[in-house]
Each structure stands twice: as structure tokens, then as C-alpha cells.
């Protein structure tokens, strides 16, 4: 009896060794990416970003100062804000109002369209980019924001439809029924009664997909023109020297995470469940 | 993450009511049905179709239209002018580019999802048994919020191939180093004309010499700061009987009077170094190190001449680290980082499964005797089945579409060793290439290969009772 209890707690010891190894080697990168960003260019030429853990007088915000003085960067930035907020609370919109449709009300070929609908959430990004720069620039929103948001809401709405129509569907019939009754119009039964009830599916999807198109950067490399576009973009076009602007590189990466971390922190559980949600994407 | 997410969450999981959403009764056709009720349906109607169209216009503009687009626009040629059937389809294949691609496209969706599921599995089982799951998972579930760019910057900054830089290769070189001791002296060299010849990269070799006799092998090329802290002051060694002695030194005195192949009193000896005796076969008949005053003694050899050989080994350059980013390792090292961005995805959601499992069974197997590895093998995963299977077809759409991580990692020069299909298509048809027709049926491919997954995902919606 009591060597299994010395060999379960020398096996438990050891998965615990184990998992704080496996953490540490998570962490690693990113803690190498934000002190990286707090030395000085010569300074990470010169050596790796460890050795300011023993000697953290090489620290500095430096870079983050000639990053808030650099034009360009800050306006990808504000960039990067004009494109996700509104797509966020456009996919939200339409996807309520489509799936609220596609639950509860009655139209012609309604099944048949959602069917389609799912079937669309899998067109990879990557088919639309050709035919939809052409559309776009035969109506003037190629190298805009506008434009960057309409594709990104478009590509955004199958799983948000799919996502909320299925939500919606589990409110009570009865529930709709007596405010129907009550001679609730469907406008005033959406706003009152379906979009409070699917606040979680709402904050899910709301949250999914600010992260999505902040963290784009395939469609906005290809929609945004030189003055429209987004911190990714901006930073990529530093990565053709890279080695030679870590000092740009890292706190402009950095700057670009502290968004995302931030929500992260913030609304863990409808953080994990958006995600969770959104991979079937 | 106060509790597990995935499976649990009414918001997200794609399950159907029990009553499933009305299909409003089909009226019976009253004859006699009002006319104001007549117009409140038509009404209803007509809103349903208001509330939809928004979506139902940008789906239709924006995602659907661009597919029939695409499949059109792959049968023409480059400038769109010319109906070539098939061609680009074919080219795919002749096109070493692209075929290149193709097979690193195959490479990641067979290795990334597999690594990807055994890891969140193995990962999901052994947090289980700790208190502090909930900080791990929130560690490892990080990297999901950060942008590829973002986790690319990341990764380039890891895998840089200098080993003062770059903390992966750190790594290496100090493991490396760790069991295979670093050469002493990358840049010395035998001072010419004193009796050594050769070249660092071939060893150097004395001509012919016969035991009991003394051999003073001069170096050069240490600067006075690389000479090993231990080292004393060269000198001379008495002469072995049946063998050969010697010293091997820096031929170079600090300050002024140094005589070249003379051991003069400030020089100091080279210690560590390897000397060989070869005979005349050729076959090395003793070996020894130098000791702190440079001095080696090799014994026991028969009679005979026998030259001195200094091996290339003692020159060679420190090792230097892996090239992860060489055209070689450039696919799996980016893989290595999509790992670090997904691993917490699929461990939180194996996780979530195995919250869900029946207790009463595990405890069962575990009264009933069964070792823990059993139960992982013959309880655990087959009850976890479809919950991997959710995971890893998840996981293959999503590798198949991979485009930043691998636009960002992989280095300009190595970049058509590491192109997958998403980014190659890019190039195609933007980045530089301009052949819309090959573009669209690199695109059009790309989609062919997600219907399977997409069949998968509608059958599971379906399955779970939507009607």
C-alpha cells in the first residue's frame, strides 16, 4: 500500500514537472518577443534577449516612444480599429437579424438558404480575393477601409448566422407566442425579447470575430491600400529587414497583442467559447 | 476559464432544440380566412425575407458569386482571354513551384493535426491530475489570441540561426556544447616553415621522426586572450624512450623577442590540444592530449618513423546551432510554431471531453485493478473518439488555409521551400506572378480539398436534430 502511494506521488510530482516544463516552454517566446522590445537596437544585435534578465539596466521604452512617433505606425493602428470594430458590430447585426429570419420567421425557400448558408462556411478567404478586388474596383472600394469591411463581414457571416440561428432556435416557442399575443410587432420582439436572451451567443460571436480581423492580415494585405491599412500589414512590410528592425518589429508586435491579450483577459470564458465556437470556421 | 468550455456552453454548441424551431403550421386555406389575417401573414412574410436579405445580399455578392467566379476564371489562361479547359489544372502539376507546394501542403495536413491532437490529448489527461489546470490551460490557450504576424515575429526572433540570438539554437549550441566539448582553437594554425604542414581544415602533419625524439610544434593565431586560462608557460620535454615527446605552443611571446620555432621563456603551451602518432601504415599508433605547459608524450611505439599529426579537430569551428529556417527545416520549424498556437485549442477541447466522461466507468476499471495506462488506452480514448474526431477535422481545415504563419516565417530566399498552397496561390496571383487563371484554380482546389471536412461539419450539424 504505501509504495503505491510513493510511486503515485513520485508519478505525480513528475507530470507536474512535467506540465510547469511544457508552460515555461509556452511562455518562452513571448516573454522573449516583450523584453526583445525593450532593448535597445544595438543591444539585440549585439546578443540575445536573456541577458537582460541579469541585467535589466539595458530596459528601456525607447522603442515604444519612436513607435508613437513613427506616423505611419500609429495610423495602421487606428487602422486596425477602423476595421474591427465595425465589422464586429455589422457581423453581429446582420447575422442576428438573418438568424433570428431563419428561426422563427417564415419565407420563402427559408430551409433551403440556411442549408446554403452552412454549406458557405467553409469557402476558404482565399476564393474570394480575386473576384472581389475586381468587384471592388469596378465600385471604387478597393484600398479602403469600407472595403476591407465588407469583405471581411461577408466572410464573417455563415458561422455568425449559423451560430445565432441555432441559438435563437432554443428560445421557448411559447415565450414568442405570448409576446406575439401581446401584439409585439417581430421588430420590437427582436430588439426586446431574442437579442437579451442571446447575449452569450452575441458576446461569443462579438468577440470571435473581433479577433479574427484584428489579427488579419491575408485580406487586409490584399484590400488595403498604403493609407488604409492595418498593423499587420504595416509590420509585414518592416519583415523584409528583419534582423535589422527587431527595434520596430517586437514593440510593434507587442503593441498589436495588447488588444487581443487584454479581451483575452478580460472575458476568458466567452474568449475560449468564441474561439471554440469559431473553429469549425 | 471557470468552467470547461467546448462541450458545455449552451452558446456555442451547435445542438438543437428538443422542439426544434417552428415551421409555422401551414394554415389551412380558409376560405373564409380574413383579409386582415391574410395580410399579417404576407406581412410576416415579407419581414422574414427583409430580416434575411442583408445577409442573404452579402453572401450572395461576396462568397458565392466568387466561387462560381473562381471556377470559371481557372479555366482561362493567365491574362483571361483564352478558354484553356483544363490546362491550369494540369499545370499545377508540371509547375515545380507549385508542386512543391502541393506536397508541403500534404506534409502539413498529415503531420500538423496528428502532432496537434495526440499533444492537446496527452497534455488534457496529465492536467487533469494537477490543481493548477485552470493556469495552465489559460498559458497554453494564450498564443490562440495572438495574430500570426504577431506569433511569425515571434518565431522568426526564436529560431534566428546565431546562438548569441536566436534562444532556440541558445539552446542547442549549450546542449551540444554540453556533451561535446567546443574546439579549443578555431583559429590557430601552424606557424609555416617549422616543420608542420597542412592546413587547419586537413590537420596538420612533421615529417618522419623516430621514437626518442623531441618534436617542438609552433603555433600561431591565438589571440593572447583565447589561450585557456590553465595554460603555463611552454617548455621542453625530456625524450621518451620508446616514444615521442613534444610540445605543441603559442609562438608568440606578448611584448617583443619572440624567436619563431624557438620556445622562448614568455611563451605558453596549448593545452587540450590532440596529437597523433601515425605510422607508417598510416594507422594511428598513439594519440594524447597536451597537457598545461603544451607538452605530450605518446609511448609504447615500436621502431620505426612515425610522423606527428595535429587532427583537423582541434581547429574546427564551433558549432552553430541548427538552420531552422534553412530550406531543409524551414516547413517543420514552421509547423513547431503553428504547434505553439493551436496546442491550447485542442487540449481545452479534449479537455472539455473528458470532463464529460462517465465517472462510474473510470472508477470501475480502476476497482476492477486496471493501471492507468489501461485506462487510457482501453477506456479513455475510445470513449473520447468522437470528440478527437471533431478536433482533428477542425484542425485539418484550418491547417489546410495556413497562410501568415508561413508568409511571415519563412525567410525571402527559402520562401518556395516552405510555400503551401494558400501562399502560393498569393504569390500566383499577386505576388508577382499574375496568372489569375493558375490563382483561381489554386483557389478553386483549395476548396475542393475543404469540402470533405465541410460535408463532415453540415452531417454533424444535421446529426444533431436540426429537423
Known sequence: MRTTKVTRWLGSSAVQALLVLVALVWVTPLAGLLLSSLRSERDNAADGWWTSVTEPSQLSFDNYRALLDDSGLVQAFWNTVLISVPTTVLVVGVAALAGYAFAWLEFPGRDWLFLVVVGLLVVPVQIGLLPVAKLFGAVGLFGTVAGVVLFHVAYGLPFGVFLLRNFFAEIPREMLEAARIDGGGEWRIFRRLVLPLGRPALASLAIFQFLWVWNDMLVALLFADGESQPLTVALQSQMRQFGSNIGVLAPGAFLSLVVPLVVFFAFQKHFVQGVMAGSVK | ?467
Open chain 2, 1 to 467: 476559464m471557470d468552467r470547461p468550455p467546448g462541450n458545455t456552453d449552451s452558446a456555442t454548441a451547435p445542438r438543437s432544440p428538443s422542439d426544434g424551431p417552428p415551421r409555422t403550421p401551414r394554415r389551412p386555406k380558409a376560405r373564409a380566412a380574413a383579409d386582415p389575417r391574410r395580410r399579417a401573414l404576407r406581412r410576416r412574410r415579407l419581414l422574414g425575407a427583409a430580416f434575411a436579405l442583408p445577409a442573404l445580399l452579402l453572401l450572395g455578392a461576396l462568397v458565392a458569386y466568387p466561387v462560381v467566379f473562381s471556377v470559371g476564371r481557372s479555366l482561362f489562361d493567365a491574362s483571361g482571354d483564352r478558354f484553356v479547359g483544363a490546362d491550369n489544372y494540369a499545370e499545377m502539376f508540371r509547375d515545380p513551384a507549385t508542386l512543391k507546394a502541393l506536397r508541403n501542403s500534404a506534409v502539413w495536413v498529415v503531420v500538423a493535426p496528428v502532432l496537434l491532437t495526440g499533444l492537446g490529448l496527452v497534455l488534457a489527461v496529465l492536467t487533469e491530475k494537477v490543481r493548477w489546470a485552470t493556469a495552465f490551460k489559460l498559458v497554453l490557450f494564450l498564443p490562440m489570441a495572438v495574430s500570426f504576424l504577431a506569433a511569425g515575429i515571434v518565431f522568426r526572433l526564436a529560431y534566428e540561426q546565431d546562438p548569441d540570438r536566436g534562444v532556440l539554437n541558445a539552446v542547442v549550441v549549450g546542449v551540444h556544447d554540453a556533451f561535446d566539448e567546443p574546439s579549443p582553437y578555431p583559429t590557430a594554425r601552424a606557424r609555416e616553415g617549422e616543420g608542420l604542414s597542412g592546413a587547419p581544415a586537413d590537420g596538420y602533419t612533421s615529417g618522419g621522426l623516430r621514437p626518442g625524439s623531441v618534436a617542438v610544434l609552433p603555433f600561431v593565431g591565438v589571440a593572447p586572450g583565447a589561450v585557456p586560462a590553465g595554460a603555463t608557460a611552454a617548455r621542453t620535454p625530456e625524450p621518451a624512450p620508446d616514444g615521442l615527446a613534444g610540445t605543441v605552443y603559442l609562438d608568440f611571446a606578448p611584448g617583443a623577442g619572440g624567436r619563431a620555432g624557438v620556445v622562448d621563456t614568455r611563451e605558453k603551451g596549448l593545452p587540450g590540444m590532440t596529437v597523433e602518432a601515425v605510422g607508417e601504415d598510416g594507422a594511428v599508433a598513439a594519440s594524447a592530449r597536451t597537457a598545461a605547459d603544451g607538452t605530450f608524450r605518446l609511448d609504447g611505439l615500436g621502431d620505426g618513423t612515425y610522423r606527428l599529426r595535429v587532427p583537423a579537430a582541434n581547429f574546427a569551428a564551433g558549432y552553430g546551432g541548427v538552420d531552422w529556417l534553412g530550406p531543409a527545416l524551414v516547413t517543420p520549424a514552421i509547423i513547431g510554431a503553428y504547434l505553439w498556437v493551436w496546442t491550447g485549442f485542442s487540449m481545452v477541447l479534449i479537455g472539455a471531453g473528458l470532463a464529460a466522461l462517465p465517472r462510474d466507468v473510470l472508477e470501475a476499471a480502476r476497482v476492477d485493478g486496471a493501471n492507468e495506462r489501461q485506462i487510457f488506452r482501453r477506456i479513455t480514448v475510445p470513449l473520447l473518439a468522437p470528440v478527437l474526431t471533431v478536433v482533428f477535422v477542425t484542425l485539418v481545415i484550418n491547417v489546410m488555409k495556413v497562410f501568415d504563419l508561413v508568409y511571415v516565417i519563412a525567410p525571402g530566399p527559402v520562401q518556395e521551400d516552405a510555400n503551401v498552397l494558400a501562399t502560393r496561390m498569393w504569390l500566383v496571383s499577386f505576388g508577382g506572378g499574375n496568372d489569375q487563371g493558375l490563382g483561381s484554380a489554386l483557389s478553386v482546389l483549395l476548396l475542393l480539398l475543404v469540402v470533405p471536412a465541410m460535408v463532415f461539419n453540415i452531417r454533424r450539424f444535421r446529426k444533431g436534430g436540426s429537423r
